[in-house]
């Protein structure tokens, strides 16, 4: 099975970008779809972004539109999450996901069964 492992997650400030990755520290990610979830103290678990390793296909969260976008490196098995123009709002800790979910269920936590440990994002002034 495959395991996952989050990083690239700092203190930045309002305005900035930043990348973060989800490497597969075994396993591959072939015949899975990576997701980003993203929860901030007291919230849910909210998702952000998904591709199919396979096909490419992408999916993001209402909130994140035009301003995050997913890439992946087959080569290292890693899966990109590039965030732009931030915001004190997107402040939460970032896990990555990974499952076979059917389109419809693409954005829901229950279609991911493996979970990295997270990754801190926090934009503040």
């Known amino acids: 099975q495959v395991q996952l492992v989050e990083s690239g997650g700092e203190l930045v400030q309002p305005g900035s970008s930043l990348r973060l990755s989800c490497a597969a520290s075994?396993?591959?990610?072939?015949?899975?779809?990576i997701a980003w979830f993203r929860q901030a103290p007291g919230n849910e678990r909210e998702f952000v972004a998904s591709?199919?390793?396979?096909?490419?296909?992408?999916y993001y969260g209402d909130s994140v539109k035009g301003r995050f976008t997913v890439s992946r490196d087959r080569a290292s098995n890693t899966m990109y999450l590039q965030l732009n123009t931030l915001r004190s709002e997107d402040t939460a800790v970032y896990f990555c996901a990974a499952g076979r979910p059917i389109t419809s269920t693409t954005r829901s936590r229950a279609a991911y069964h493996i979970w990295g440990r997270g990754t801190q994002v926090t934009v503040s002034s």
């Open positions: 075994s396993g591959s990610f072939g015949g899975y779809t």
């Open positions: 591709m199919r390793w396979s096909g490419g296909s992408t």
